[in-house]
């Protein structure tokens, strides 16, 4: 079942993901993110806010540290101890829940706010799962992805050759994937097996948000000059993140 193989790969990188996680928390990327969601998200008292696939918790204590009342959900229990240990190394209270963030069981139109980063992608049923999430929002809330085109490179000669390329420039910059390659080969694997892979984001995703009853979705098709060193946007160069800001109105 692809679903166990997701849990147990992302129970194996739980140390190494929350050891990058720490380094962003201790570096420019915690501002920059923090400027990014307030940017988003209109100033107002009592934000409700859902981290789905909250991993070692990064969104969720930058919010939490935001004022925002935060609900943070992952599929890993392993990922779960560590966003623990990091909400407590930040003195924030969290509350963290082990569950499917495609079927979740929360109240519906109970948050202000759902934000994910690097999550969608795993979807396997992305469509339900932005009908559920819709359900989840108040009237008024907003829903906001942070992903990339990851793995359409196994479906693209060319876009593989170039990722290649940049990946090999970048580590001879210095940059450290903190990934090794059996859990790069197992990712790819894990990645044929999702619908997202055969996409072009987010440019589809703006076409089902708006089925599934967000009023309006806005797109900025590459954030890596606000969130990424310079290693970092070399190695990335082929499969820039995106944002996608969907109002429920």
């Not at 935060?70 to 240990?85: F, I, N, P, W």
């Not at 499917?100 to 519906?108: A, K």
């Not at 049923?125 to 108040?138: D, S």
């Not at 072009?200 to 797109?219: H, I, T």
Request: include cysteine; charge should be negative.
């Amino acid at each position: 079942m692809v679903e166990t193989i997701i849990q147990d790969y992302w129970d194996n990188r739980a140390d190494t993901y929350s050891e990058m996680i720490s380094g962003e928390m201790n570096s420019f990327k915690r501002n920059s993110w923090s400027e990014i969601i307030k940017n988003k998200v209109a100033l107002k008292e009592n934000i409700k806010a859902l981290d789905v696939g909250t991993g070692p918790g990064f969104f969720g204590i930058i919010m939490a540290q935001m004022g925002y009342q935060v609900t943070a959900v992952d599929g890993s229990e392993a990922m779960l101890q560590e966003a623990e240990r990091n909400a407590e190394v930040a003195g924030v209270n969290i509350d963290f829940i082990r569950g499917d963030v495609e079927n979740l069981d929360l109240s519906p139109e109970s948050f202000d706010l759902i934000i994910s980063r690097n999550v969608t992608w795993t979807l396997k049923n992305p469509v339900r799962t932005y009908e559920n999430w819709f359900k989840l929002l108040r009237t008024g809330g907003k829903l906001i992805i942070f992903d990339a085109n990851w793995y359409l490179r196994l479906c693209c000669t060319e876009l593989q050759d170039r990722y290649v390329r940049d990946m090999d420039a970048a580590l001879k910059l210095g940059y450290d994937c903190k990934i090794h390659e059996k859990q790069i080969k197992v990712c790819e694997n894990i990645a044929r097996d999702l619908p997202l892979t055969y996409k072009l984001r987010p440019a589809w995703d703006e076409e089902v948000l708006m089925k599934c009853g967000f009023s309006k979705v806005d797109l900025e098709n590459d954030i890596s000059e606000k969130i990424y060193t310079e290693e970092e946007k070399m190695a990335y160069r082929t499969t820039p993140m995106f944002s996608i800001c969907a109002w429920k109105l």
